[in-house]
């Protein structure tokens, strides 16, 4: 499919948040590859945020839409964050366990197979 295609069918979408799923897998690509052959020919993108509450029945001026998705940058952050030290915890307790056999210092990895 060319760009030229790819954004008539983004622009006549009823709903474009599915669509731009839909033309990554109609043309094999991710759909970060789609939003920015969007971007590239002009086309505003907007992604779907997470609805809390009343769904709005009015669109989001631009100030606000941008303020949301520093809200969800902000969101992300802090999962991404909680995940990074969790998995820090858990190479930790691994490398533990790797020195330690039944109570005993091992010097290295290596000799834990041995045994």
């Not at 690509?29 to 907007?46: A, C, D, F, S, T």
């Not at 533990?96 to 091992?106: E, I, N, Q």
Request: net charge positive; charged share 35%; glycine share 6%.
């Amino acid at each position: 499919m060319t760009e030229g295609e790819i954004c008539r069918q983004y622009r006549s979408a009823k709903d474009r948040a599915s669509q731009l799923q839909i033309l990554a897998d109609l043309n094999c690509v991710p759909r970060l590859e789609i939003i920015k052959i969007l971007m590239h020919n002009g086309e505003q993108v907007r992604l779907p945020l997470a609805a809390k509450g009343k769904k709005r029945t009015t669109e989001l001026t631009d100030e606000e839409y941008t303020a949301a998705l520093f809200r969800r940058l902000d969101v992300l952050d802090r999962e991404i964050s909680k995940r990074e030290r969790e998995y820090r915890e858990i190479v930790a307790v691994m490398k533990g366990a790797g020195r330690y056999k039944c109570g005993k210092k091992v010097r290295n990895a290596a000799q834990l197979s041995e045994k």
